[in-house]
C-alpha cells in the first residue's frame, strides 16, 4: 500500500501536509499528538473521505476498526458478525476467534450489556475475520486491561503475519510489542 504526498484541510485549516509512506506485510503504527490527522489518515485510506491532494494505492482490500465500536446493541456478538460480514463470516473461526478473546461463554448476552473492554474486543474480532488484504485499526487498545490489551496485540501480531496493518496508538509500548514500524505524523 503506498500513500503520496496526501493533503488535507477543514475550513482552511491543514490536518495532513504531503504525507507520503509505504506499507507491507507486517504492522505500521500511526503516531501523534490528539488531532494531529491520524484518524483522517485512516478515513482518506479507506475511502471513506477525500484528500484534497495526492493519492492512495493498494487499499482496495482493507477492513477497519474504528475508534467508536459500532456494533449492533440488540444483538449478541455472533449475530453482529453475521451481520457484519454476511456470507464471508465462517462460524467456527468466530466461535473459535471469540473465545479466544474471552467473549465465547457470553452466549446470548446483547452487547448492550457487555463492558467497554468487551464491545472493543468484538470490534476487534470483527475486523480480524473479514477477509482483507489489509487492516487500519484506531485506537484497538482503548478501555483494555492489561491482560486483554496483551491478548489483542498477539492477535494483531498474527494477523499481521499475513496482511499489512495500520495501527493507530498513543503507546510505543505497543509498537514495540508488535515490531512495528513507526510514521509519526
Known sequence: ????????????????????????????????????????????????????????????????????????????????????????????????????LGLGEEGEKRVRDYSGGMKRRLSLARALLAHSGGLALDEPFTGLDEENRRLCLTLIREAAEEKTVLLVTHDTKDAEALRARILRL
Do not use: H
Request: with cysteine.
Open 1 to 100: 500500500m503506498q500513500v503520496e504526498q496526501l493533503w488535507k484541510s477543514y475550513d482552511g485549516r491543514p490536518v495532513l501536509r504531503g504525507v507520503s509512506f509505504r506499507a507491507e506485510k507486517g504492522v505500521t503504527c500511526i503516531m501523534a499528538p490528539s488531532g494531529s490527522g491520524k484518524t483522517t489518515l485512516l478515513r482518506i485510506i479507506l475511502g471513506l473521505e477525500t484528500a484534497d491532494r495526492g493519492q492512495v494505492r493498494g487499499a482496495e482490500n482493507f477492513r477497519a476498526m474504528f475508534q467508536e465500536d459500532r456494533l449492533l446493541e440488540g444483538l449478541t456478538a455472533m449475530e453482529n458478525l453475521r451481520f457484519a460480514l454476511g456470507r464471508e463470516l465462517d462460524e467456527s473461526a468466530a466461535r473459535a476467534l471469540l473465545v479466544r
